[in-house]
Each structure stands twice: as C-alpha cells, then as structure tokens.
C-alpha cells in the first residue's frame, strides 16, 4: 500500500445487487473476481493477496490454510446469515474478525420454505411439468391428489428468525405447531417438542437449524424412518444436515411423501440425473432461498456496512461470535 492507496477490499463475485458496492468504492480499492463462478481457493488467494477485507458469498469457502495466505486480511464480511463455510476459530486465532448478514433475509427465506411445503404436498412442479408435456388430456379426480397444507401439524427443526417467520405464516393456515431447538421454550405460536416425538407426529417437518458440527447429519435414517408415510420433508437451511443418501432411499421406497429441497450437500450440483433431481416425489431448488430483489441487496448492504464500520474503527454491526 502506498501512502495514498486505500486499503484493499477483495470481492468475491461482478455485478452484486444494490448499490452497495458504490458506497464502499469512495472507502477502499476493491479487487473484483470477474467471473459469476466461485474463485477456487488458489484464485482467491491472489485475489486477496493484499485485502484487508474479503467480503464472500456462502459458495467461497474460507479455511486456515487460505487464511495462511492472506496476512493483511482483518474482517470476512460474508453476505450470508450461515457461515459454515468460513473457519471462524482460525479466523478469530488470527485476529480476522467475521460477519455476517442475519435478520435481513429472514422473511424472504421463510416464504421460500412456505413455497416448498405447498409445491411439495400438492405436486405443483409434477403439475407444471404435466401440463408443458401436452398429458392434459382428460380431467379425472385421481390427477396429482396431493396432501392438505392448511389445518396439518408442522414441526420446525431449530428456532431460530427465519423458523419463527414460517411459523407465523403457518399460524394464517390453521396449523399446529411444535419446534425442536436447543432452548426448551414455548412461545404463543409454537410448543417445544423433543425431536423424536416431533418427527412423529408431524405432517411437515421443515428444517431451520445452522449446519454445525452438532447438526450435521442429524435428520438420518433413523429420525427419517420415524416420520409418517404421508409427511413431508422441507430443508432450506443446510443440506448436509439431513443425510442425503438415506433421503433418497426413503423418497425413492415411498416411506414419506415427498420433500422440499432448497440445499444439497454439494452445491451447485448441475448433474440431471442426480436422483434427488429425477424423483418425481421430489421439489429441488437452486439454494434460492433469500433471492428476492430487495433481500439480496439488503444483504450486500449489510456486509458493506460492517466493512465500512471496520475502516472508520467503528464496532461492526453483526459479529459472529466464536
Ligand atoms: C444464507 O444466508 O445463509 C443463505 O443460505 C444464503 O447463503
């Protein structure tokens, strides 16, 4: 850095929604990765080679031995409310400080999942695609009989915003809700429930919990094969909290009645024939659960402003904490 330079902020995708980028400009120089594809780990260490701030997506994994490589960097501003995907422990043993975006995507999150539980119980895509492929051909009360929405019992693994935003539109469809979470509070929507029980006697179970050590593979064979025959499972917090292979056994052997999916283990996964993509029991989305215009930018101005509160030696707004 030259005496006249400002401090280097490396951007991780071209073309963010919002104005939020401009904003930064007047503060910092920004080293911009070019390209809509992630940078893989050796692209974004020379990208970041000098930044003090590497501000990422959820898709540009931040681990210690990337960190090794970036020995001016001090904040990870990422524009995403999960952060399973940075190492905040080496983070933090660096004195790298990271934030995230909470709060700013939750109600657009929650619709998604409202989105996946109605297109998963009454078989919108099977419908859509039925209708394109020129089958119309007869009306017939037997065509795509799905299961009701309204009046069901929902149960919400994990508690947390974006959880509580479905409950609320669920509370508008006459459900009966429970949750599972860590704290074993009830609250006037929503009853605590052990998991077990919740799994059971739950007509959707829709999954809400970050991805942690502790949650990673929670939703197994075991807790899948307690659900009911006609239940379905609507994931759009993480994928590789539900055991994916055991999923596609229960989808595929018919022991529930469909799901939902927002996330995947690997992610993009641009194979056709990956069965999660070819079960016709099965509603698959592209991880777009916060993708309204108005909550991505809010989530690229929020992970503006903690940059920008780092460069004026301000606190910064959402800190993760270790
Ligand atoms: C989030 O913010 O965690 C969303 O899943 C997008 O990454």
Same mark, same amino acid.
């Not at 020995?71 to 904040?75: D, E, G, I, N, W």
């Given at each position: 850095m030259t005496p006249d330079s400002k401090p280097l902020v490396a951007v991780t995708r071209p073309n963010l929604p919002g104005a939020g980028l401009e904003r930064l400009r007047g503060a910092a120089d920004l080293a911009v990765w070019e390209s809509p594809l992630a940078p893989d780990p050796d692209d974004l260490a020379e990208l970041a080679r000098d930044a003090e701030i590497l501000l990422c997506l959820h898709g540009d994994p931040v681990s210690a031995s990337l960190l090794d490589r970036l020995?001016? =960097?001090? =904040?990870i501003a990422i524009a995403s409310v999960g952060y399973d995907t940075v190492d905040v422990g080496a983070a933090a043993a660096r004195g790298i400080a990271v934030t995230n975006t909470p709060g700013v995507l939750d109600e657009a999150t929650a619709d998604l999942a409202f989105a996946l539980i109605l297109a998963a119980r009454r078989r919108l895509v099977e419908g859509a695609l039925y209708v394109r492929s020129g089958s119309w051909t007869k009306n017939d009360l037997g065509l795509l009989v799905g299961y009701d929405v309204h009046s069901t019992s929902l149960g919400l693994v994990g508690y947390g915003a974006i959880a509580r935003a479905v409950a609320r539109r669920a509370a508008g469809f006459g459900m009966r809700l429970r949750h599972y979470a860590r704290t074993r509070a009830d609250d006037a929507l929503s009853v605590w429930t052990p998991l077990d029980h919740l799994l059971r006697e739950s007509d959707i179970v829709s999954i809400h919990t970050p991805l942690s050590p502790e949650t990673r593979?929670?939703?197994g064979r075991r807790e899948l094969d307690l659900m009911k025959p006609t239940a379905t499972l609507v994931n759009t917090?993480?994928?590789? /909290? /539900?055991d994916e292979a055991a999923l596609i056994d229960t989808l595929r052997e018919r022991r529930i009645f469909s799901a939902g999916l927002d /996330?995947?283990? =690997?992610?993009?996964n641009p194979n056709p024939d990956h069965p999660l993509h070819t079960l016709d029991n099965c509603v698959v989305v592209p991880h777009i659960g916060s993708a309204t215009v108005s909550a991505r930018a809010a989530m690229i101005d929020l992970a503006v402003d903690n940059a920008l509160a780092h460069l004026a030696g301000r606190p910064l707004l959402t800190e993760v904490s270790v």
């Open positions: 020995p001016r =960097l001090r =904040l593979g929670m939703i917090a993480r994928g590789p /909290v /539900v /996330v995947q283990v =690997l992610e993009p």
